[in-house]
Structures are given as C-alpha cells and as structure tokens.
C-alpha cells in the first residue's frame, strides 16, 4: 500500500479535535479556512501547536476542492492516517468488560446514521458495532464528522455473513434482540442485564426477514403520535439507554 493510499480526509471542528485529543500522531496535517479567527478556530490553532502538528491557514476553495462542495465541512479538513481499531469480534468480545453490549445493522447506508449509532455507541459503552460488508456504509468522513470522536473509539466490525455471526454471538451466550415495530415484547420488558447484542434494521426496509429469525426476541419501541417508526439511530440510542439504565449505569 502506498503512503497516499494509508492516509485520509476527515472534517469539522468535532472530527479534527477528537482526532488530535486521541490520536495526535495519527494526524498529517490540518488546514483550517483562514477567516475563521473565532474561540474554535484559535482552540485548534493551540491543539494543533500543543501537538507538533503542522496547520494551514488556506483559502475556503482549497477546502472545497479537497472534500467537495456539498461537504459541511467547517472550515477545516485534515489529513490522517486511519484509525487501526481492532478488527475482530471475537477480540472485543475475548476482552470485553462486564456484559458484552453489541449494536448489530442490518441494511444501513446513510452515513449521517451510522455517525450517529457511532456517537450513541460510545456515550452508552457498546463495545463494538456490527454490520454486513454488503449493502452498508463504510467509515467516511462524513461518518467521521457526525459521529464527533466516535468513530476513532468504536469498533466497526464488517462480516460476510450477518446471519452466521449472529449465530456465532448466541453461542456466547450473548442475547441477540431485534428492534422492531412488531415486536412482542415492549423494549423495558427486555432483561438487558446479561449480555445483549441489539439488531436494527434502516428505516423502510427494516430487518431482513432471515436475520430476524436468527434472533432470540423481537422487542418494540412503544411510540405515539402520528409517526410509524422511529430513526434507525434513535432507536438504536433508546435501546443503548434502557441496556445501561437496566444495568444501573444511569439513574
């Protein structure tokens, strides 16, 4: 692999800040828009120097040429060297501590999403996040960006076959539950205290019908309203709270 190809784009204040708070040696370069003279803008100039990290004050079409123009992305970009999370399940879950505590996707493709399970991930101690190679997204920037930090401390597991690797965490004795409108059982009457890996499906779509079946439950998530369903990263964020306030990490 050649130098270029090891490195990346991220971008937004949140993106780049959790990147040199983490991971300073990971970050190349930073060029920040040279108008930005604000409390952010001058709070990166300092991280950036604190860090020994070369920044660049450039022009906002310097910017945009680097991310593209529909990018938010700030008035800064950086380049990085990706993150060598751990890429093996059975790793994390070897090393895991107290009750293993999973998000499993099944057809998510919206970035701005999966950003935000990232984030929900993270505030609420999932030890990794599981998705099909296919028919998913991968770690972007824009995943980056939404997910504020996230994406730099929550494992992002790949795997072939979903179904297979939901069978292989059963056999952990880990409690593998769907969330889904028709679910039988309302998500506080799922003991959450032992180990649980929850499986959301993207909004439509939903779960596939095989991977629902592999799992244990299906539970749903009461709602009124005029709605029919809720956003695949909040319902992922309701069943990550009811888990730790089950389990007395929240009160």
Known sequence: MSEKAAEKLIYGFHAVLARLRHDPAGVLEIYLDLTRRDARARDLVHQAKDN?????????????????KAAKHQGVVARVKPVALSHSLDEILDNAEGPPLLVILDGVTDPHNLGAILRSADAFGAHAVVAPKDNAVGINATVEKVASGAAETVPYIMVTNLARTIE???????????????????????????????????????IRRLVKQSCDQVARIPIGGTVESLNVSVSAALCLYETVRQRGRVT
């Open 52 to 68: 020994g990290v070369r920044l660049a004050q450039v022009e906002a079409d310097r910017l945009a040429r680097l991310v593209g």
């Open 168 to 206: 292989d965490i059963k056999e952990r004795n880990i409690w593998v539950i769907a969330a889904d409108m028709d679910g039988e059982q309302p998500l506080s009457g799922i003991d959450c205290k032992t180990g649980i890996a929850w499986v959301l499906g993207a909004e439509g779509a939903g």
